[in-house]
Nanobody, 124 residues
Framework: QVQLVESGGGLVQAGGSLRLSCAASGRTFSSYAMGWFRQAPGKEREFVAAISSSGKNSDFADSVKGRFTISRDNAKNTVYLQMNSLKPEDTAVYYC?????????????????WGQGTLVTVSS
């Protein structure tokens, strides 16, 4: 069982930055690929970013490429999402997820555990 707790959300002006963190419980964090998803009001949940268990490989949604980065610190059981040049359309609840596999995946069905989410609001 893996428990995930996100933090770092909040209100930011367009063009600003935020860093989300996701702290994971358990001793096997380094064996899990991790991902970030988001859900805006009235929309379906969508993929944002993913990282392999080793941290060597990552993927991003086209809408965030060049603005967001994903990283992890396996010693701290934490994955991060650095969000720069934020836009109002980035407003959403952001979810951290863990997949019991080495390789990154963009498919939400591949993820076994989910956090409760953290709200990011970008004002124009």
């Amino acid at each position: 069982q893996v428990q995930l707790v996100e933090s770092g959300g909040g209100l930011v002006q367009a063009g600003g930055s935020l860093r989300l963190s996701c702290a994971a419980s358990g001793r096997t964090f380094s064996s899990y690929a991790m991902g970030w998803f988001r859900q805006a009001p009235g929309k379906e949940r969508e993929f944002v970013a993913a990282i392999s268990s080793s941290g060597k490989n990552s993927d991003f949604a086209d809408s965030v490429k060049g603005r967001f980065t994903i990283s992890r610190d396996n010693a701290k059981n934490t994955v991060y999402l650095q969000m720069n040049s934020l836009k109002p359309e980035d407003t959403a609840v952001y979810y951290c997820a863990a997949a019991n596999r080495r390789f990154r995946t963009i498919l939400s069905n591949d993820y076994d555990y989910w956090g409760q989410g953290t709200l990011v609001t970008v004002s124009s």
